[in-house]
């Protein structure tokens, strides 16, 4: 979707690279997250995307189309874009805020006024907001509304520059969580910029890594890059505990159904739906834990530690059995070499 060809970048007075001669492909439909340290050419390569920034050479393609040969004015018009503070218009009501770019595209009163209802829902907020003006929003409700209007023509490409960075971590982390629920929905080609790797690790379906001068260190998926890091550099910028961070990416879903021998037999109903556990000696059965198969390896590790026998059972949506998760269980999963390397 997104193709970067041997792009360079220099600013001017400054004779160091910005952008150190970057070849990487961003599939269509996925979030795509640049991380990096300050200074390392992150945003500017992200504002290369819709020239706000231009490259000094190489090229720059979008669905195919060179970025170079496209009209600025109708590239912009197709590209949403989240700035890094929300940056509404301050004398215009939420509706005119989310309404900006189809109102500039030619859009009717009536096309206009629907799909502003449809995304101020879509971003969790209510009706009532949308005669306010951005001063009476809270931080988080702003950003709500930023990204309402980024989606607003409905662009197949969403650019966003560190969307969150000014919020608080309970909010910032909602929105996180949000923001992947509602690529679930949308399949945008979505790049986000952050300089935070835990952000990148929990929105990213890919991680494009950066240092100085904008060199490209690595380009994979979360769980690859934290299970195989290309370079010290990468090692330092993931942070302690790695392991971890895998577990809180994987769903118990990604494991095999797995029978686990135990001295204790558990018991089922007619429904499936587990009990309880029985022993038939004299140590008394465990509790029984359950956990569901949407959740994270990282959620049972922290039931596995707390139950005598070490076993927790896998319940479907249905709450139906599916199986036993063990310590033997997870240490599979995260020693299991993951296909896939992300192509640049």
């Known amino acids: ?90 004398h215009q009501t939420v509706a005119q805020n989310i309404g900006a770019v189809p109102r500039l595209l030619g859009w009717g009163r009536d096309k206009i006024a629907q799909r502003v209802s449809e995304l101020i829902s879509l971003v969790g907020l209510q009706p009532e907001f949308l005669d306010r003006y951005p001063n009476q929003l809270s931080g988080g409700q702003q950003s709500r509304v930023a990204l309402a209007r980024a989606l607003a023509s409905d662009p197949p490409v969403v650019l966003m520059d560190e969307p969150f960075a000014a919020l608080d971590p309970v909010i910032r982390e909602r929105l996180q969580d949000e923001l992947v629920a509602l690529q679930r929905r949308l399949h945008k080609t979505i790049i986000l910029v952050t300089h935070d790797m835990e952000e990148a690790i929990k929105i990213g379906d890919r991680i494009a890594i950066f240092e100085g001068e904008g060199k490209l260190v690595q380009f994979d998926t979360p769980h690859n890059i934290l299970a195989h890091p290309a370079s010290e550099f990468v090692k330092n910028f993931i942070g302690k505990d790695p392991l971890l961070k895998r577990l809180s990416l994987m769903r118990i879903s990604d494991l095999p159904a797995d029978e686990i021998n135990c001295e204790f037999e558990l018991l089922l109903d007619e429904q499936r739906i587990p009990s309880k556990w029985l022993s038939d000696s004299t140590v008394p059965a465990p509790e029984l834990v359950t956990v569901s198969s949407s959740q994270s390896l990282h959620h049972a590790l922290m039931n596995i530690l707390s139950v005598q026998n070490g076993v927790v059972v896998r319940v479907g949506e249905n709450g139906r059995y599916e199986g036993c998760v063990s310590l033997g269980s997870l240490y599979k999963a995260l020693n299991e070499r993951r296909p896939g390397v992300a192509q640049l």
């Not at 007075?13 to 996925?30: C, D, Q």
């Open 1 to 90: 979707m997104i193709r970067f060809e041997s792009v360079m970048k220099t600013h001017r007075g400054n004779a160091r690279l910005a952008v150190s001669g970057l070849t990487l492909h961003i599939p269509k439909g996925e979030i795509c997250v640049f991380v990096g340290p300050s200074g390392c050419g992150k945003t500017t390569i992200l504002r290369m995307i819709n020239r706000l920034d231009r490259q000094d050479s190489g090229q720059i393609r979008v669905d195919g189309v060179a970025t170079d040969e496209l009209d600025v004015v109708t590239l912009r018009r197709g590209i949403g874009f989240m700035m890094q503070s929300s940056a509404l218009f301050p």
